[in-house]
């Protein structure tokens, strides 16, 4: 046997990967790129149809510096319009495997764990979509408080985050129970001072009447708004309603809704992408069912629990975004002012 026949090219390697066996179904229409929300908000250059063709021309290193190869979020929007059936993130995932056994590295900036403060509940673990975080046991340093800082070397199980596989959708720190984990530039902080960006101080007692406006929070998954028309809107939002934009709608607490309810907020609208749309697969659907525990608790605090409501936005959507603020802002002035809220100072 000559030693070119024992010779696979890349193509057969991608094609040896589960996931990867459909690559030469591809013919190259374009409609995964015209499905792609990557390539039209964050990337120009994404395109899975020209990273499939890289593989079958053998452009490997072409292949593995690619954007296409790391941004794909497997939110599998291409796969149901791709008229071949090609599960075309699955094709992908074996490119960006066989990327990271040849040394190649992630852009994106992953979450982080303190690893002082995790205590390995695993949590983070079952709500990521990407399998990039695993338990792992090793040394870490710990400031004793109790021992006027002292700094120890404990031997502690951890969480800890995979930055090839992560990307970046902020599940994990909005679902930690030790809030040790974050996400840069959408860590709790960060979120909370968006929120208060504007002095909605509440006031005791609250206006009412006819001169009363409701001042409502709305959190927007970034990538469940499309149109440039919606996009502007968000811009420059009514009177009385402050936007905060999120990685996903699942990055959103309940801590973040009850702050801003106590603080001076009347109402809260969450908007994420429609079910089977998510751009992480499923974060809208863990958002949701945080939501419906968070309206228990707002029942425990005497709050309507309409004050809170969580709106679908396919990505398909024109001009949807000022309809849902109405009725967010007619829903809120029907209930009034919140008639107690504790002063936080």
């Known amino acids: 046997m000559s030693h070119e026949s024992t010779v696979r090219s890349f193509a057969d390697e991608v094609h040896a990967i589960p996931g990867g066996e459909n690559l030469e179904l591809c013919y190259s229409c374009g409609t995964c790129v015209s499905k792609c929300l990557i390539q039209q908000k ?7 149809r020209r990273l499939l063709r890289m593989v079958m021309m053998d ?7 690619n954007p296409t190869t790391w941004l794909c979020s497997s939110c599998d929007l291409c796969y149901a319009a791709c008229p071949q059936e090609i599960h075309i993130s699955a094709v992908i995932g074996a490119v960006k495997q066989l990327a990271i056994e040849a040394g190649y590295t992630s ?21 990521c979509p990407y399998k990039a ?7 870490v340093e710990i400031t004793d408080r109790m021992m006027k800082g002292t700094t120890l070397i404990v031997e502690k199980e951890f969480a800890q985050v995979d930055p090839n596989l992560c990307m970046g959708c902020g599940l994990c720190a909005s679902s930690c129970l030790a809030s040790c984990i974050t996400l840069d530039g959408y860590t709790d902080t960060q979120i909370d001072d968006q929120a208060r960006a504007v002095d909605w ?14 001042q409502v929070l709305v959190f927007v998954c970034n990538w469940s708004v499309r149109a440039e028309a919606d996009v502007a809107y968000l811009s420059a939002p009514p009177d009385g309603i402050r936007v ?34 998510c751009h992480y697969q499923e974060g809208n659907l863990v958002e949701q069912a945080r939501l419906a525990m968070t309206k228990n608790f707002l029942d425990l605090l005497g709050i309507e629990e309409w004050r809170v409501q969580f709106a679908w936005l396919p990505t398909d959507s024109r001009g949807a975004l000022s309809g849902l603020f ?13 008639a107690w809220r504790p002063e936080l100072g």
């Not at 452009?59 to 510096?65: G, K, P, S």
């Not at 975080?133 to 040394?139: A, L, P, Q, T």
């Not at 101080?201 to 409701?214: K, L, Q, T």
């Open 59 to 65: 452009m490997r290193e072409e292949a593995f510096e």
């Open 201 to 214: 101080s509440p006031g005791w007692p609250a206006a009412s009447g006819a001169d009363w406006s409701p």
């Open 42 to 48: 964050v990337e120009p250059d994404y395109n899975p």
């Open 244 to 277: 905060v934009r999120v990685p996903c709608s699942g990055r959103v607490t309940p801590t973040f809704l009850v702050t801003a309810l106590q603080k001076g907020v009347d109402g809260i609208l969450v908007i994420g992408c429609q079910p089977g749309e």
């Open 107 to 127: 852009p994106l900036t992953p979450a982080h764990v303190d690893t002082a403060a995790c205590f390995a509940c695993g949590t983070c673990i079952e709500v």
């Open 326 to 338: 109405e009725q967010m802002i007619g829903r809120v002035r029907e209930l009034g002012p919140i």
């Open 133 to 139: 975080i695993s338990r792992v046991s090793g040394e």
